[in-house]
């Protein structure tokens, strides 16, 4: 293969490994909350023994569920049957450019060939309801960037995203999952998946018994243009899961590609419509190559970290600074940056307030360090 574009990293202690799984687990944590709890405390087991608290002084109706050992031990256990590994945030076996998106998963559930996540990757995504030119034309262009030396990740859909892993399959491909490692969807792919395993792999956030609902497949979505340089559309109508795929490669600011098609052919209303907006447009493999080369001669900018805390836990905010923060926000998104400047409070106790309210599930955040009430 090409390039190894992975860089060096510590391992978790299976102890640490647990602690991570618990916490990722547990209600109201997601990617963001995860990071921001692990800053705060300076480590996953002082973020759960905060958690009870943190909820309580969020105003929770009810205590947070938090993931227990024995459920995150019977995970582990799980996971080793299916030959399923856990590779988490700042390993060496991380995927480097999934470090790079602004909340990448803090541990994913891998299966195959774990070395295949550090080549560079081109996505290719469409149409579940391909046409026959449509998958012709994905298998060309997956082959041609195999023999390039790029792998090919897609999410193992029905139609476009199934042409391209079948034709990389020697090359090397990888198949990002809406659900658990043990619920394939669609469940006829399940041998098209043994396939990949051989040569690549295939990765999920979700865990073990996790079966894909609708609102799944937009997390994973953004899985699929994280992991690549990339992303090729190849058949999208209108109002499609690829075009959701092609703007969260524009916010994590991958390339993003186009085949054009027929105008009369709803199929291609979307992919007309993203080389409408500036998508670079695409008739051959040569299209992707002359954008993507470049790309591989830089050095990848991974996010910088936060320090591990050190000392006391962040002061708990007071009873008129909680109701202060909680009184500017609403179920229109805001910036935390107008909280802080609105409120008076210090950036500290704005996001202590918040990672309350988060953790009582009484926030959502949106991209760009947006916030509202739920």
């Known amino acids: 293969m090409g390039t190894n574009e992975t860089d060096g990293g510590v391992r978790l202690t299976d102890a640490q490994r647990l602690d991570w799984l618990r916490l990722i687990r547990s209600e109201n944590i997601g990617p963001r909350t995860f990071r921001t709890l692990i800053n705060h405390y300076g480590g996953a087991r002082a973020a759960l023994d905060a958690l009870p608290d943190l909820a309580r002084r969020g105003g929770a109706i009810k205590p947070a569920r938090i993931c227990s050992l024995q459920e995150a031990e019977r995970e582990i256990a799980a996971a080793r049957r299916l030959d399923v590994t856990f590779v988490a945030l700042g390993e060496p076996d991380y995927p480097p450019r999934l470090r790079m998106i602004d909340d990448p998963p803090p541990l994913i559930a891998v299966r195959g060939k774990l070395a295949i996540l550090s080549q560079p990757m081109v996505a290719i995504v469409g149409s579940r309801n391909a046409s026959a030119a449509g998958v012709k034309f994905t298998e060309r262009l997956a082959r041609e960037l195999g023999e390039a030396e790029f ?16 034709a990389s399959l020697t090359t090397g491909t990888v198949a990002v999952l809406a659900g658990g490692h043990d619920h394939i969807y669609p469940p006829e792919h399940a041998d098209l998946l043994a396939s990949i395993l051989s040569i690549g792999a295939a990765i999920t956030e979700m865990p073990l018994g996790w079966e894909p609902r609708a609102r799944d497949f937009p997390r994973r979505n953004r899985l699929i243009s994280g992991l690549a340089l990339g992303v090729l559309i190849i058949e999208a109508a209108r109002r499609s899961g690829s075009l959701i795929t092609a703007r969260m490669a524009l916010e994590q600011g991958r390339e993003v590609f186009a085949v054009p098609g027929s105008p009369l052919d709803p199929r291609t209303e979307g992919t007309n419509g993203l080389l409408k907006q500036g998508a670079t447009l695409v ?12 790309i591989l001669g830089r050095p990848i900018e991974l996010p910088i970290e936060e320090p591990e805390r050190v000392g006391p836990p962040p002061a708990e905010p007071g009873a008129d600074e909680r109701a202060r923060i909680l009184g500017l926000l609403g179920p229109t998104p805001v ?24 953790i009582a ?3 959502e955040r949106h991209g760009g360090a947006l916030v509202s009430l739920l």
């Open 361 to 363: 599930g009484r926030i």
């Open 151 to 166: 792998v090919i990740v897609s999410g193992l859909a029905r139609g476009i995203d199934a042409a391209a892993h079948r």
């Open 335 to 358: 910036a935390i940056d107008d909280l802080v400047r609105l409120s008076g409070s210090s950036p500290a106790i704005v996001r202590t307030v918040l990672l309350e309210l988060e």
């Open 283 to 294: 008739t051959e493999v040569a299209d992707v190559l002359a954008a993507l080369r470049p």
